[in-house]
């Protein structure tokens, strides 16, 4: 079983400044329960107990889990980005089958806690195999309001995944936010995702919550379905949870022509734009603007297709 430990290096200082509040609570609570047994005497847990997480842990048990400790994620929407190597495409369950093809990357919110089923078809040189990875996620990000779409969870498997899947071996890349106080400050942009490798014995899940937060967890192994329909696919699939569409980031461009640009005010009071045509400044009222479906107003029980954010 290979293990490996996937990492977007700084997405954001916010979400890092997340992950050093969660790290300053757990050590502030830590020194407070020493001090406390201290004065009364008790012992301390040993430091070789068991983690509550295991990366061998069935998935949606870590999912499970996290939604009884964290009550605030249930129906939450977490936008992801599933990228392959060129050619590759992907199916999401839904309705007891798979949806029809989603070209890499794959751009989707989906509920936190619950498991994805995915079909990876045309694999450049085995267009005949077919892969049904899983997809976790475990813990949500904290992007801008209204920006969900810009900042998903990049989710990246590469050929060596595919490769060791194929031969038979299971591949789990387990994604987490960096730790800022011990990040590399590199530029990772329109470069592969880092990835750490861990030997079997080494509990992934752990090591990434050493590294920083796990939001995610990727599972893929060879074992090709034999069933169509009924209670044994519905579980195949983990009772296909709804997902549902992120719209693509516009350019500039595509700003511009729909006048939605930001208006220039120069210092002798002209009002104009960077762009030029007969659109250029003009900024159309906020009734006219499109509807926003936030990730808290959607249903999880009938949100399927759409967006959770608008094109901004």
Known sequence: MFRRISFPTLLMGWLAFIAICILAMLFSNS??????????????????TNALFHDDMAPGVIGSIQLQNKPYLRGLWQGIEVKGPRGVHFNLAQDGQFAPDIASPARVAVLVGAVYRLRLTGIEGY??????????????????????????????????????????????????????????PVDTSNK?????????????????????????????????????????????????????????????????????????????GITGSAATGSNAGVIPPSNQLPSIVKPSQASPITAKSGSISDLR
């Open 31 to 48: 020194a407070h329960a020493q001090n406390g047994a201290s004065q009364t005497g008790a012992k301390l847990l040993p430091s070789s």
């Open 127 to 184: 267009e005949d195999v077919e892969l049904f990875p899983t997809i976790e996620v475990i813990d949500r990000t904290c992007p801008p309001a209204e920006r969900e779409h810009r900042f998903p969870i990049p989710i990246e498997i590469d050929e060596t995944d595919i490769a060791d899947a194929m031969r038979g071996e299971m591949v789990m890349r387990v994604i987490y936010l960096e730790d800022s106080e011990i990040a590399e």
């Open 192 to 268: 592969p995702q880092r990835v750490l490798d861990v030997r079997p014995a080494q509990n992934a899940l752990r090591t990434a919550d050493q590294l920083g937060r796990p939001v995610a967890i990727l599972r893929m192994g060879s074992r090709v379905p034999h069933i169509t329909s009924g209670q044994d696919a519905l579980e195949f699939f983990y009772g296909c949870p709804p997902w549902t569409t992120l719209k693509p980031i516009p350019t500039k461009e595509q700003l511009i022509e729909e006048g939605r640009w930001p208006v220039i005010e120069s210092s002798d």
